[in-house]
């Protein structure tokens, strides 16, 4: 008896450790197959990689090495599974911050950022090297906080290695976007600090170069140089050379266009249609036209709408109209609704037009990516009342309510009427609390209307100290000064080491100016500035502050 009941002791003891055994081998298993889906990655051989890290996840799930292989594989391909692969990767006590980073980079990248934010701010207390920071300023970028994304992104620039370049791009891209001119100034200098080498990096730099609109002609002759010694530059920066020839030798501009028609022609199709884009852009209707005959463009939806947009370029709303009852058309419908809204705006039948910009926003409701189509689709032709409702819809979708509320403030800023303007301002200030940008508009529109002018004057004299050389912010200030019967200290605002070329500000800056110096009694100079000013650009508020 007391032989059996060892016996059976023994086998309980063979059977629980099997469990254990049988998981280590699978385990081990699983991660020989994680091996030769490294082994076939680093040969070139993505397909057969992913078939391996799918077996591996067969056989162990919840394996670290496996899930965070898979993620990254699903991640660099574009994958939509990744986000649900990372999600379990972070459970996992191996977690790494090189994981972390990944997964925030994923979640922005998808529009995310409130997912991103709580990670975001665990890295910047364990890991807060030049990629994390860089992770903190993109996901400034995204709620619309663009001073606090450039403060982040100094810090990863101090922080990257010399050959470390994404840093640096992103700050240029925050400083290029400010209307400080000095930032603007300050974003080229560091393009070209990678411009300057041979390698792609340089590459990207000379293409962000050539795409800022306000560059003397002496640095556009240089961007110039750089992108003709690239060998094979592709068609993208062959037309963005172009289009630098183009301004700096306008008198051969029916050369430029003939000889890249020629060239690229016969292109890909995205090849063609970058091309259309470009002659589109400039106006050139006709070449696009003899390029994407219908026929042609009927086959790709890009081509498709460059031929319709050149259509509308020359008012030819009946070719439009045919093109669009083509049985064969493949445009999206929400695309399709919005040409017969842009057609009926250029008959002048506003009323057809509304119908066509209301359905197609009803077609797009839920899809953001249709939204933003419809909003500056409609924004771009001046149709405000549909651009507006489109950007309305947009602003319920978290990760476009930033974007959504900028537009919203742009239509609103045109329209000339202060009290909506604040509105759209107030919302965009509750969605980006931190954002310096956002406090100056409210005060500043707050101070054109004359509400709470103490607390707002208190607003703009503190960011005009903590920023002195943003002048929208210094404007503002002088503006708080003026309400409190202060033209002293209003003009103090507009002392700098440099003097301000007025011509290049907004109208509505040059009022204030104006108004300091009549308030000051410099009734002279302030009746030559405000002969400078296009009225009919002013609001209401600020046609008032004009001197009589």
């Known amino acids: 008896m007391i032989f059996w009941g060892l016996l059976l002791v023994f086998l309980a003891g063979i059977i629980l450790a099997a469990k254990p055994a049988y998981r280590w081998t699978k385990s081990r298993r699983a ?88 990670i975001i701010a665990g890295l910047l207390q364990s890991a807060p090297d030049a990629k994390t920071l860089r992770l903190a300023a993109l996901y ?63 590459t990207a730099a000379l293409e962000a170069l050539a795409r800022v609109p306000e560059s003397p002609a002496a640095e556009k002759s240089r961007v110039l140089a750089g992108l003709e010694r690239i060998p094979e530059p592709g068609v993208v920066l062959d037309l963005l050379a172009a289009e630098l020839r183009r301004q700096l030798h306008p008198e051969e501009q029916d050369r430029i266009y003939d000889e890249k028609i020629a060239r690229w022609r016969q292109g890909e199709v995205a090849e063609v249609a970058h091309l259309a884009r470009w002659l589109n852009l400039n106006h050139e209707f006709e070449r696009v036209l003899a390029l994407l005959p219908l026929e042609r463009a009927l086959g790709s939806e890009s081509h498709l709408l460059s031929h319709l947009d050149a259509l509308a370029g020359l008012q030819r709303w009946d070719e439009i109209d045919a093109a669009l009852a083509r049985p064969e058309l493949r445009l999206d ?71 959504a509320q900028r537009g919203q403030q742009r239509l609103l800023e045109e329209s000339g009427d202060t009290r909506i303007a604040r509105t759209a301002a107030e919302r965009l200030r509750a969605l980006s609390p931190d954002d310096p940008n956002a406090q100056a508009q409210l005060a500043h529109l707050n101070l054109l209307l ?54 290049r500000t907004p109208p509505g800056w040059r009022a204030v100016y104006a108004a300091a110096l009549a308030a000051d009694d410099q009734t002279e100079a302030a009746q030559q500035i405000a002969s400078t000013i296009p009225v009919e650009k002013l609001k209401k508020e600020e046609r008032e502050l004009l001197p009589e």
């Not at 100290?465 to 605002?493: C, E, I, M």
């Open 31 to 118: 991660l020989y197959f994680v091996g030769q889906a490294e082994a076939l990655l680093a040969a070139g051989q993505p397909t057969e990689a992913a078939s391996k890290y799918r077996a591996a996840l067969q056989l162990d799930p919840l394996g670290y090495r496996p899930l965070a292989g898979a993620a990254r594989l699903a991640t660099r391909f574009g994958r939509p599974e990744a986000a649900d692969l990372w999600h379990e990767v972070m459970r996992l006590p191996q977690i790494t911050d090189a994981d972390r980073q990944e997964y925030a980079a994923l979640l922005l990248d998808r529009g995310k950022p409130a997912l991103a934010e709580k």
């Open 140 to 202: 400034s970028i995204r709620i619309g906080n663009d001073a606090k994304a450039a403060q982040f992104a100094r810090l990863a620039v101090a922080r990257a290695s010399p050959d470390e370049h994404a840093p640096r791009f992103l700050l240029a891209e925050v400083l290029s976007r400010s209307s400080n001119p000095e930032e603007r100034a300050e974003a080229r200098e560091t393009l070209w600090g990678i411009a300057e080498q041979e390698s792609a990096a340089g």
């Open 333 to 403: 419908p929400t695309v399709t609704e919005s040409f017969r809204a842009r057609t009926a705006l250029g008959r002048q039948l506003p009323l057809d037009a509304g119908q066509h910009w209301d359905r197609a926003i009803a077609l797009a409701a839920g899809d953001p990516g249709k939204l933003r189509f419809v909003a500056t689709f409609a924004e771009k032709n001046r149709a405000s009342t549909a651009a507006l409702k489109a950007y309305e819809q947009l602003a319920r979708s978290p990760e476009d309510a930033v974007f």
């Open 450 to 503: 004359g509400l709470e002018i103490e607390a707002n004057a208190a607003t703009a004299q503190a960011l005009a100290t903590k920023y002195p050389d943003r002048l929208s912010f210094r404007v503002t200030a002088a503006l708080g000064h003026l309400r409190q019967f202060n033209p002293a200290a209003a003009l103090a605002q507009f002392q700098a080491p440099e003097a301000i070329d007025w011509s």
